[in-house]
């Protein structure tokens, strides 16, 4: 039984840092690719960050530049570091895995798996 649990999520002001976790069980975060997804009121759920097991990298173009994707293997959980935070960042964060093996892609129907998010609130 897969269970991804996401943490870290809450309000900052414009310009401000978060760190999101992602702790697994019944999954290995060493194996297939894992990444974060976010979803905003009345919008489409969109990829944001991918890591493979590789530690091949890919992220939205919004995102580029101020969020880093990582995988902690002691703690087997995944991670998202994000920075320069905007309003237009606001929205419930997802982490998302699947076993497959592959490069890493924000494309959300590859993904087997999925937690139930954490909600980032930038003002």
């Known amino acids: 039984h897969v269970q991804l649990v996401e943490s870290g999520g809450g309000s900052v002001q414009s310009g401000g840092s978060l760190r999101l976790s992602c702790a697994a069980s019944g999954y290995s975060v060493s194996q297939g690719y894992m990444a974060w997804f976010r979803q905003a009121p009345g919008k489409e759920r969109e990829g944001v960050a991918s890591i493979d097991s590789d530690g091949e990298t890919t992220y939205a173009d919004s995102v580029k530049g101020r969020f880093t994707i990582t995988r902690d293997h002691g703690k087997n959980s995944l991670n998202l570091q994000m920075n320069n935070l905007k309003p237009e960042d606001t929205a419930t964060y997802y982490c998302?895995?699947?076993?497959?093996?592959?490069?890493?892609?924000?494309?959300?129907?590859?993904?087997?798996?999925w937690g139930q998010g954490t909600q980032v609130t930038v003002s």
């Open positions: 998302a895995a699947t076993p497959r093996v592959g490069h890493p892609t924000i494309a959300i129907r590859q993904y087997d798996y």
